[in-house]
């Protein structure tokens, strides 16, 4: 049974950084892409990053670039977003969710891109204050 859980989340001033953490079973890495999702209250769900082992894709958002990386932990199947130079607008639920669909990746920009992941966990909230 595919089963994600996400930890790491937390209250952090403009500037700070916060290592979120998705926490996998029931499923291998190179079988599957990994996708982080946020969500704002009264705003869509979307994609933050994403990045498969399988097809060597890997996504970030306009808004994170540069500020954001996910990856794979050194110790456990676990996939971690380290987000540095927070913002206030970065305030949300963060999700990670996985799927096996080949390029799913590339498909993060579109304004339904969350509905191409079938898994999900059950999300941890990120409150960057000003």
């Known amino acids: 049974q595919v089963q994600l859980v996400e930890s790491g989340g937390g209250l952090v001033q403009t500037g700070g950084s916060l290592r979120l953490s998705c926490g996998i079973s029931?499923?291998?890495?190179?079988?599957?892409?990994i996708g982080w999702f946020r969500q704002a209250p009264g705003k869509e769900r979307e994609g933050v990053a994403c990045?498969?082992?399988?097809?060597?894709?890997?996504y970030y958002a306009d808004s994170v670039k540069g500020r954001f990386a996910i990856g794979v932990e050194r110790v456990g199947d676990n996939v971690y977003l380290q987000m540095n130079g927070l913002r206030p607008e970065d305030t949300a639920v963060y999700y990670c969710?996985?799927?096996?669909?080949?390029?799913?990746?590339?498909?993060?920009?579109?304004?339904?891109?969350?509905?191409?992941?079938?898994?999900w966990g059950q999300g941890t909230q990120v409150t960057v204050s000003s």
């Open positions: 969710a996985s799927e096996t669909v080949s390029m799913v990746c590339s498909a993060m920009q579109a304004p339904d891109a969350a509905r191409k992941f079938g898994h």
């Open positions: 029931g499923f291998s890495l190179y079988n599957y892409a």
């Open positions: 990045f498969s082992l399988f097809d060597g894709s890997m």
